[in-house]
């Protein structure tokens, strides 16, 4: 960033230059730059308009959509010089297109504020990088499924308190986040709908004098519609604080799966191994592969909830309309997009690189008596009452607990010390796959149900 001797745009009425250090607080171009080519958008539409009502000419259109197809190449080439005088990045650019087309440029801000400028330009930003967001939640979607069919007949031991609860099939566990981001898709759609209104119109606060066409600018820009006040236009921020929300239930979700990633590969458990480039290793202890990548998650899940708070605390106390505490919207909103994207990309990458240890989820389902809850069921379709069904089943697995073994290893005669109901059948119902197989029906953790439910997937996201 450069720093030159001009004077603010809007110094006219000042008897004094501000301070260098207010100069860099109160700028914003440090970070808004990344704003440019929304920016450039938005002028360009706001340009159309204002010629197409005749209040500028259409020589003033033309010379201003030479001069920012220019200012937009030397962006894209990194040759344009934003300078820290210029306070942030509208001033720069219409500073760089009056330079390049004289008159043209200067009347470009006719009927316009930064305060609506800016609503817009973020706006934009945000609608841009939903849609991107979207596209990387399907694909770990995808991810999701691809796995979670390899893996639809191997059984893990369900947890609920991360104690051994139920047999569940790991393609099931999978399609428990497939759920979760549908919904957190869902969200960011229904979120987009809010973001995608046009501000341009309310100026800096009241509306313009001016005879424009909204409704045009809308159009030309791909808005749905129009912000039906000028005041809530240029001041609100909630549409980035629900996209941050969005964000934090996506990182709370993954930062979940990022828990059992790392459980999952430590070595008492044993049930998956990360593939070696989403790990590292000790710079002291040789032994070492850490899940440094879901750790990570994990932390930066922190981050985007700090950024949600971060964001709600800034809104919370400005009178309407447009204060410079708005500026202050942008920095977490770039980073929220910025790790979000991140990490839905390395989610993405990750998952298929998860190498899967049926053996160590069996011997970890086998030692639970995950059964137990089979047992009782099998004695309720008997006739004995469920609570009836509960108890002897406790006394069978203190039992069993006792003699060092699961329920399946006891004999049917010491089973039968606990309901005269018993019989030779209990063994089918006492097998890891007799229970995952009987708990048949949509939701449920059979393998055929994790198939159907594979397919309503693949066809939710379009094949
Ligand atoms: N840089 C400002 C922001 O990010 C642009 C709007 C400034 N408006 C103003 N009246 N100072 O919000």
């Not at 300078?83 to 008159?103: F, R």
């Not at 930062?255 to 290793?281: K, Q, V």
């Not at 909103?333 to 991140?342: A, E, H, P, S, Y």
């Not at 379709?381 to 073994?405: I, N, S, T, W």
Request: aromatic share 6%; net charge negative.
């Amino acid at each position: 960033m450069s720093n030159s001797a001009t004077p603010q745009l809007w110094s006219g009425r000042f008897n004094e230059p501000v301070s260098e250090r207010v100069k860099r607080y109160t700028a914003s171009i440090g970070f808004d730059y990344r704003l440019a080519e929304f920016d450039i958008l938005g002028s360009l539409a706001h340009a159309k308009m204002l010629t197409q009502q005749a209040i500028i000419s259409p020589q003033d259109l033309a010379d201003i959509e030479r001069g920012m197809s220019e200012i937009l190449a030397d962006i894209r080439a990194g040759k344009f010089e934003w300078l820290l005088d210029l306070e942030d990045v509208h001033l720069n650019i219409e500073k760089a297109l009056t330079a390049k087309v004289g008159d043209a440029g200067k009347r470009l801000h006719t009927g316009r504020s930064r305060n609506d400028q800016v609503a817009t330009d973020i706006r934009l930003y945000l609608r841009h990088n939903i849609d991107g967001i979207l596209q990387l939640i399907r694909a770990a979607q995808t991810a999701l499924l691809d796995l979670a069919e390899a893996n639809a007949e191997v059984v893990m031991p369900g947890f609920t308190h991360l104690q051994v609860a139920q047999p569940v099939s790991f393609g099931h566990h999978l399609l428990a986040y497939f759920e979760m981001l549908k919904r957190d898709a869902e969200r960011l759609a229904d979120c987009r709908s809010r973001v995608n209104r046009l501000p341009l119109g309310a100026a800096a606060l009241a509306g313009t004098s001016y005879p424009i066409d909204r409704e045009m600018v809308a159009r030309e820009l791909g808005f749905d519609g129009v912000c039906e006040n000028s005041l809530d236009a240029v001041s609100d921020r909630d549409f980035a604080i629900e996209f941050t929300a969005c964000a934090s239930l996506i990182m709370t979700h993954f930062s979940r799966m990022s828990e059992e990633l790392i459980l999952w590969m430590n070595p008492r458990f044993g049930f998956i191994d990360l593939a070696d480039r989403f790990c590292t290793g000790s710079s002291i202890m040789p032994q070492k592969k850490n899940p440094d990548v879901p750790e990570l998650i994990r932390g930066k899940t922190g981050r985007i909830n700090g950024h949600l708070v971060g964001l709600l605390t800034l809104m919370k106390g400005q009178p309407l309309a447009y204060n410079k505490d708005n500026q202050e919207d942008k920095e977490p909103l770039f980073d929220t997009v910025d790790t979000l994207i991140d990490t839905l990309a390395i989610v993405a990458e990750m998952l298929p690189g998860i190498r899967v240890k049926p053996e160590a989820m069996r011997r970890a389902a086998l030692q639970g008596y995950a059964t137990a809850t089979d047992l009782a069921d099998y004695l309720v379709k008997k006739g004995l009452p469920f609570r009836d069904a509960h108890e002897a089943v406790a006394l069978a697995v203190r039992h069993a607990e006792g003699k060092g073994c699961d329920l399946a290893d006891l004999p049917l005669a010491d089973l039968q010390q606990f309901s005269d109901l018993v019989a030779a059948d209990i063994y089918d119902v006492l097998s890891l796959e007799g229970s995952m197989n009987s708990r048949n029906h949509i939701g449920g953790t059979a393998p055929a149900q994790v198939r159907a439910a594979i397919a309503r997937g693949r066809a939710t996201l379009g094949g």
